[in-house]
């Protein structure tokens, strides 16, 4: 098999690479092999998926986001078929917006699906965004070893499997198609090893501005990890390696350049509206900022891998979809070997020394061991609160060592030596890996409502004013995120009040990120009949502090449907407050703009 990369650093000069042969002349039996691995990965990505695809429930360790990302499926369609700003939504947290670029919108996904979202709904298209990342990255990763890094077909499919079907992708893969697809990432660690050729450092920066703009509406996080990864590897080569680092420092530099002019200048746009547009924030949540990896993470196997379940994995992560550094003593002792194996090469220990580091830095800003605090810092305490790292998730920071863990498993299986003990160590490796090997999703039943009728029949077009903006009552965590199930039967025909997402709250200075909106007086009132199942004595005051929460908050509708827990409750309180309902299918409706208009109970 070819090999135009032979290391995973750069080298000393050597003679510009000749081109690929033609295709016709390159030899017949490589589409074969590559279109086996290709439907492994796929088949192993739909076993892991089935249950969702059998329709057998929601996933039952993240039941939450999903809905988010079904929601920007059908906001991607409406970019086609409404002229819909691809980087803000006017449908949620009204009347203040949805900064799309400031979540995790995924762009290179959703407008890409948008045919799919339309034809087959938005659940189709997240199943397939989900199946795809994880056969995707699998595959990308081992076109890569096969044809740049390693000589043996073997090596390059167990590194592959390893990269895309790690303990830490099959937990995101609950709800986070965003960061398993991950399959232009071996393609930008390849561009960045090429930037070496002086004779193709044009070539090599306009396709790695193109990885880099891609990945970057796929998601931003990865793209961040997958540079600092890179810089900390190049600088740790530099460092053994000072002569030849000053060699190719040239072409490197010239090339990286042109990246950074090419795709600083297509991203200008979408950047600004996520730093400074409608709705942007400086940072993600205090709380999530410390939500780093336990330290015993590594030697204990996820949930969902073959010798795991809740039992191995508890207090051990921050939840089931963050179990990014599980991977089970016998790999840990294979990795040891795998130093032995590496460690005589620059690159080998550059890579070892960099997993090392990033895994320390994914521990959070204090090390906890089985649960419990230490009171040790790690470097990431020191760096959390700098631009761009407090947009990070610590914790996600361990599911940078899944693809250098790949990498240094097929690197070790391709040059371990002798040759004739080859089989033995690829057995050893195997067996290495079938411990986390993945099982299928865990699902549940849906913890939001079905819809009401109210809505599926089309009843609501008779209610709900054009550019009318729904409060879901009472509000809440749940009934917010059943108003957002509303919008996707609906097609995102209605504005409505909450919903989750991240957006500051309105007239904080530090603008940070808040999980969901902010509860203003008359919606806090609400929530406590609902949630605490306590009468409210309803005052004027009550009532002219709802007149100005719902101006503010452009309100025209409320909607309680009938089988709400504490309905009655509720809709007696809202009653007094605004004036009576009138019961239209299986919802409650207030029209409240004469109340907003007047102050007077209708």
């Known amino acids: 098999m070819s090999s135009t990369v032979t290391s995973l650093a750069p080298q000393a000069p050597e003679p510009p690479p000749t081109e690929d042969p033609a295709p016709e002349s390159r030899p017949r039996r490589r589409w074969m092999p590559d ?36 929601w920007m499926l059908i906001h991607a369609s409406r970019v086609f078929t409404h002229g819909e700003n691809p980087f803000f939504a006017e449908q949620m947290n009204a009347p203040y917006g949805l900064n799309l670029m400031a979540n995790t919108s995924t762009l290179g996904w959703t407008l890409p699906l948008a045919p799919v979202t339309i034809l087959f709904g938005p659940w189709i298209a997240f199943l397939v965004m989900t199946t795809l990342g994880l056969a995707g990255t699998a595959y990308a990763w081992y076109h890569v070893f096969d044809r740049h890094l390693v000589s043996s077909r073997v090596a390059a499919i ?13 937990s995101h893969a609950n709800g986070h198609p965003n960061i398993v697809s991950q399959f232009l990432v071996p393609f930008i660690v390849l561009r960045v090893l090429k930037m070496r ?97 336990d330290l015993m993470a590594v030697k204990a196997y996820a949930s969902q891998s073959v ?52 895994w320390w830095l994914s521990l959070g800003p204090n090390v906890l061991i089985d649960g419990q605090p230490t009171g040790v810092r790690t470097p990431w305490y020191y760096i959390a609160e700098l631009p761009l790292f407090n947009s990070v998730v610590p914790t996600r920071i361990g599911l940078a060592l899944t693809p250098m863990i790949g990498v240094l498993l097929a690197l ?103 999980f969901g909106p902010y509860y ?54 809202v009653d007094l407050l605004v004036g009576p309902a009138r019961l239209v299918e299986d919802v409650w409706v207030w029209d409240v703009r004469e109340f907003v208009a007047n102050g007077v109970p209708g």
Request: net charge neutral.
């Open 307 to 358: 010798l795991g379940s809740k039992a191995t994995s508890y207090a051990l992560a921050s939840s089931g979809s963050e179990e990014n550094t599980f991977f089970g003593l016998p790999l840990l002792y294979v990795l040891l070997g795998v130093a032995v194996v590496l460690a005589r090469s620059a690159a080998g220990r550059a890579l070892m020394i960099t997993l090392l580091w990033f």
């Open 412 to 514: 070790a299986i391709d040059r371990f030596q002798p040759a004739r003990f080859r089989v033995l160590w690829t057995a050893i490796v195997v067996a290495a890996l079938l411990p986390i090997a993945p099982t299928p999703l865990a699902t549940s039943a849906p913890h939001v409502p079905a819809t009401p009728v109210f809505f599926t029949s089309g009843a609501w077009r008779d209610v709900i004013p054009e550019d009318g903006v729904v409060l879901s009552t009472p509000p809440g965590w749940v009934p917010y995120l059943s108003a957002m199930s509303w919008q996707l039967d609906t097609n995102l025909d209605f504005d409505v009040v909450g919903g989750y997402y991240l957006a500051p709250t309105p007239g904080d200075p530090t603008r940070r990120a808040n």
């Open 158 to 170: 167990i590194g592959g499997a390893s990269c895309g079907f790690a303990p830490g992708m099959i």
């Open 197 to 293: 050729d002086p004779s193709r450092w044009r070539r090599n920066g306009l396709v790695l501005a193109g990885l880099v703009i891609y990945q970057a509406f796929i998601n931003e996080e990865v793209l961040f990890l997958t540079a600092l990864i890179m810089i900390v590897f190049v600088l740790l080569w530099a460092v053994q390696k000072p002569r030849e680092a000053r060699t190719l420092a040239g072409p490197a530099l010239k090339a990286s350049g042109l990246c950074l002019g090419v795709a600083g200048a297509v991203l200008a746009y979408p950047l600004y509206w996520q730093f400074f547009g409608p709705s942007s924030y400086h940072g993600l949540p205090l709380g999530v900022q410390t939500m780093g990896t």
């Open 35 to 70: 279109a086996l691995v290709a439907a492994g990965y796929l088949a192993a990505a739909v076993y892991v998926t089935w249950g969702l695809w059998l329709g057998n429930g929601v996933l039952r360790e993240n039941r939450d986001d999903p809905l988010f990302f079904q």
């Open 520 to 573: 203003p007086p008359t919606m806090k009132l609400i929530w406590y009949v609902g949630e605490g199942g306590v009468d409210a004595l309803i005052t004027d005051e009550h009532r002219r502090q709802a007149v100005k929460d719902f101006r503010e908050y452009k309100v025209t509708t409320l909607i309680l449907p009938v089988t709400t827990p504490r309905a009655d409750l509720v809709k007696n309180t």
